[in-house]
């Protein structure tokens, strides 16, 4: 037996309803009977070892591009210092087959629409999550259609075109205003449009719970940070290890930190104000583009999980974000912009004391530094200009 | 004992040899006595499994950014039907650290830096190797320099100098003069710049064979296909597999398919005309642009290889590669335009019936499509245009 059901009121739907949202708003996820008796198998895939824990009666090996595996890395020296965190992992998403964590959620939405057998699958997306849909699309051969909003810029729109996806650019005064003309239009269509807080891609991530879970042979970390945007990301990751807690694997809970971008915290500036829903946010303007979600819908569960369990809350600077970006590029990991704000959020919860000298932590790298040049416009960069002639003195001085 | 021997007569020299190839220009191959005696062990990197294959005497795994690892897929209905090719896989090195095969070779260049107590790795590259030598010096402490020509595009230079690499732009009447006059600086600076095909960045590229052999469990393909550039990936998947034959672990070795891109085919052509030296490339222009080097040193060892083990060539028209890479996308696949080149020789030599029906064929994915997107201004693309008053409408005819 499977259903959906609200996160904070119970309401219940059944698994197979068209819309990502309960009656009043609430973000819906799946419960699934049994998952107390869940266990891991051999597989190779890690959906497959983790089948029990996941609601699709049938998932076919061949929609997967080789999505999950990820590594977890430690974060070394250079960002340990920066943090003040000596046990800082880092969960590298950008080697994934799109390049970010989305398409662990695209695989769900994939092994959805098969066994419901529907032939298109709908988001609305600027960039990252339209791109990877549009590849398992193409890889299902599943009709991919995104909805974007004017200013996706050029680039995510070719990756979606060439993936054969349909692209609709929807003139509108603003962004909401588009999402929520183009999510009524499941009705009349018998669309399923995803959002990117939808039970089904909340599915998916938990994976990579489950992926921790084995590579860090049974022992949670203490913290997760995740940059937040429209929240199916960390309540996926949570809700992962909620299972492997209900089916006894393991015997706490990670705490998560919710990250947003200062000029657009939504979710973390009403958890910091101890108010119980999202302070919606607009006209603002961030570096973090791929976490620019102003008004999330559902985001009020994730308010209810940090107080409930403990979680914490920071934002980040534009400065801040910016320079992290670099440090983390001189660690060896060119991130995005988005990506980038976990590190600052760390760095200021350790020097508040909220995370602990011997907490374990573990950063979500979520998205490729290459995914989002623009953002690299605000960076400096210098580069020696030599010639034939110079080439040997300007060595000379550049090994000083 | 290891040492150094030049792969066409077997001249030797000390491992430590800072120059990358032999005095007569010959590429150089790592030796390692004993290699017939190596077996796999158990650990967690591909490296560390095969380290009795390895000539490093010490590998810190602090220096791994979480290389390797990558997924053999099936390629799936649409490549295998545009190919004619049944038993189809992709082995996608896009989903390493930097999104390219490149960091397997890097991460040998730091091991090395590191036993011999270099401070400082240098490289000569437009991209890809330069990007990737950046991040794993920033990951390790060592200092990476980076000589690019003139045209090298603004994000790659960006990438690198995020990385904290020093760059190193020099002007000189064409790359190749410029390379020379770099290649030459080694001496007076007792600098080890690594170029594509030197023998340490080849015992990089062997643990693609090795993780081909551990994904294909024990059985390895008939057909390799790869990019060739510099040559170095090739040389070192195939000398992966030889020392597996020379440790008795398989039975026989897997042909290479030499692919270039018909504008500039030094190595394909001269395999086609059946002559032993590299047929130089010179002023040409190539969508392919990751693999550009038009007078690869120590070329010849590919040549005489292919002799010698019946591997294949084949090249790729400009238009073709552009259809290719539509193609892979189309599969769910976004690979950058030297990558898509794998795809129409595949399918020209079976067309021939070089390559039979019933053979096995991985295809290398070398490189994400990201990082080459000046490639895509040669790709249509299509967006629907609309507003809020009109998109139900549209909605309606893209659904038809």
Redesign the interface.
């Known amino acids: 037996m499977r259903k959906l059901v609200s996160t904070l009121t119970g309401l219940e739907y059944p698994f197979e309803r068209f819309e990502e949202f309960a009656d009043n708003g609430e973000a819906l996820e799946v419960a699934v009977a049994g998952v107390e008796e869940a266990r891991p198998r051999p597989g190779r895939h890690i959906w497959e070892r983790f089948a029990e824990f996941l609601p699709f009666k049938a998932m076919d090996?061949?929609a997967?591009?080789?999505e999950g595996?990820?590594?977890?890395?430690?974060a070394?020296g250079?960002l340990k210092s920066f943090a003040g965190v000596n046990r800082l992992l880092l969960k590298?998403e950008?080697?994934?087959?799109?390049?970010s964590f989305k398409d662990r959620g695209s695989l769900a939405c994939i092994f959805m629409a098969q066994e419901m057998g529907e032939r298109?699958t709908a988001t609305i997306s600027t960039g990252n999550m339209g791109?990877s849909i549009a590849?398992?699309g193409?890889?299902s051969g599943i009709k991919a259609?995104v909805?974007?909003p004017e200013f996706a810029p050029r680039?995510k729109?070719?990756?979606m075109?060439?993936?054969?996806a349909?692209?609709?650019?929807?003139?509108?005064p603003d962004y909401a205003?588009?999402k929520k003309?183009?999510l009524g239009?499941w009705k009349?269509?018998k669309?399923r449009i995803v959002s990117g807080n939808g039970p089904i891609r909340t599915e998916g991530y938990k994976l990579t719970a489950f992926e921790l879970f084995e590579q860090l042979q049974g022992e949670p970390p203490d913290y997760i940070a995740v940059p937040t945007s429209a929240c199916g990301h960390i309540r996926g990751l949570f809700k992962g290890f909620r299972e492997l807690l209900a089916a006894g694997l393991i015997g706490r809970l990670p705490r998560m930190i919710v990250v947003q971008a200062a000029n657009n915290s939504p979710i973390v500036s009403a958890i910091k104000q101890g108010v119980k829903h999202v302070i919606p946010f607009s006209n603002f303007h961030t570096v973090a583009e791929a976490i620019t979600t102003g008004n999330p819908m559902g985001g009020d569960e994730i308010i209810a999980k940090a107080s409930e369990h403990g979680w914490l809350a920071e934002d980040a600077a534009e400065a801040e974000i910016l320079e992290a970006?670099?440090v983390f590029?001189?660690?060896?990991?060119?991130v995005e912009s988005a990506t980038a704000t976990v590190l600052c959020a760390v760095r200021r919860l350790r020097a508040a004391g909220r995370i602990g000298a011997g907490d374990s932590v573990v950063l979500m790298l979520t998205g490729?530094?290459?995914?989002d040049?623009d953002a690299?416009k605000h960076?400096s960069?210098?580069?020696?200009?030599?010639?034939?002639d110079n080439?040997?003195s300007?060595?000379?001085r550049?090994?000083l």
């Open positions: 090996a061949s997967s591009l080789g595996n990820t590594p977890l890395v430690d070394g250079r590298n950008t080697q994934n087959p799109t390049w298109t791109h590849a398992y193409a890889r259609l909805f974007v680039e729109l070719m990756a075109t060439m993936h054969g349909t692209v609709i650019r929807v003139r509108a205003a588009m003309e183009v239009l009349d269509f669309l970006q670099r590029a001189e660690a060896g990991w060119f490729a530094g290459l995914k040049l690299l960076q960069f210098n580069v020696i200009e030599s010639n034939l080439v040997r300007d060595l000379e550049a090994l």
